[in-house]
C-alpha cells in the first residue's frame, strides 16, 4: 500500500563506512528525488531523476551517487560516511507532466554517523 | 532565484484558538504553492496546494490557505487549533522544471 517506501528506517554507521538507501514508489511517477533534512529540520534537494535520467544535481559531494535502476527505484549510495553526513533523508516522487499537483514523500531514513 | 521565507521559527497556540502560519514567496511569476506538515519522526504529508484559480484553498484537516499575490503571500490558517496539529509546517515553492524549495519550517505547539 505505502506509496514511497524507504529502507532503512534508521541507520546507524561509522565514519568512513559506505551504504545505501533504497526508495522505490508504486504511484507510476516518472520523477524521483532526494532530500536532505539537517539537524535544524531544513529541507534542501539533492538530486532528481526523470525517467532514470539525473536532471537535478545541487552542490553535493560527489562521495553521494545516486542510482536510478528504473523510473520506480532512485537509490542513495554514500562513500566514506562523515559526521555531518548524519541527517534524515526523503525519497519523493511526482509526476513531471503535473507540476502543482506535489510531491509524495516517504517517511525518512535517519542516518546516524558516529 | 526564488526563495521562500517562514517568519515565525515556533509558534505557541492554546487548544481551541485560532491559528495562522505565514509564508513569503519571492518569484517572478505565480509559483505553485504548497504547505506540507511533519509530525515529530514522520515524512512529509501535503495539507494543500495552490496553482490556480480561488485564492482560499482548501485542505486537509480542516487547514486552509489564502494566496495573496499582491503581497507574495501564502498564510496557512485553522480556525480551531486540536493538540493533534502540534508538529512541523513546511512552505514550499514549485517552479516548472526545478524541484520543490522549502522554507524553513515552523514548529506548532499546542498548549492545553
Known amino acids: 500500500d505505502t506509496a514511497v517506501s524507504q529502507t532503512p528506517k534508521y541507520l546507524v554507521t561509522q565514519m568512513g563506512n559506505d551504504k545505501s538507501i533504497k526508495c522505490e514508489q508504486n504511484?507510476?511517477?516518472?520523477?524521483m528525488y532526494w532530500y536532505k533534512q539537517d539537524s535544524k529540520k531544513f529541507l534542501k534537494i539533492m538530486f532528481s531523476y526523470n525517467n532514470k535520467e539525473l536532471i537535478i544535481n545541487e552542490t553535493v559531494p560527489n562521495r553521494f551517487s545516486p542510482k536510478s535502476p528504473d523510473k520506480a527505484h532512485l537509490n542513495l549510495h554514500i562513500n566514506s560516511l562523515e559526521l555531518g553526513d548524519s541527517a534524515v533523508y526523503f525519497c519523493?516522487?511526482?509526476?513531471?507532466?503535473?507540476?502543482?499537483?506535489?510531491?509524495?514523500f516517504g517517511s525518512g531514513t535517519r542516518l546516524t554517523v558516529v | 532565484a526564488q526563495s521562500v521565507t517562514q517568519p515565525d521559527i515556533h509558534i505557541t497556540v492554546s487548544e481551541g484558538a485560532s491559528l495562522e502560519l505565514r509564508c513569503n514567496y519571492s518569484?517572478?511569476?505565480?509559483?505553485?504553492l504548497f504547505w506540507y506538515v511533519q509530525s515529530p519522526g514522520q515524512g512529509l504529508q501535503l495539507l494543500l496546494k495552490y496553482f490556480s484559480g480561488d485564492t482560499l484553498v482548501q485542505g486537509i484537516k480542516g487547514f486552509e490557505a489564502e494566496f495573496k499575490r499582491s503581497q507574495s503571500s501564502f498564510n496557512l490558517r485553522k480556525p480551531s487549533v486540536h493538540w493533534s496539529d502540534a508538529a512541523e509546517y513546511f512552505c514550499?515553492?514549485?517552479?516548472?522544471?526545478?524541484?520543490?524549495?522549502f522554507g524553513k519550517g515552523t514548529t506548532l505547539s499546542v498548549s492545553s
Open positions: 504511484l507510476g511517477h516518472d520523477t
Open positions: 519523493a516522487s511526482s509526476q513531471a507532466d503535473r507540476a502543482g499537483y506535489g510531491y509524495t
Open positions: 518569484y517572478g511569476a505565480t509559483p505553485y
Open positions: 514550499a515553492v514549485e517552479q516548472a522544471g526545478t524541484a520543490l524549495i
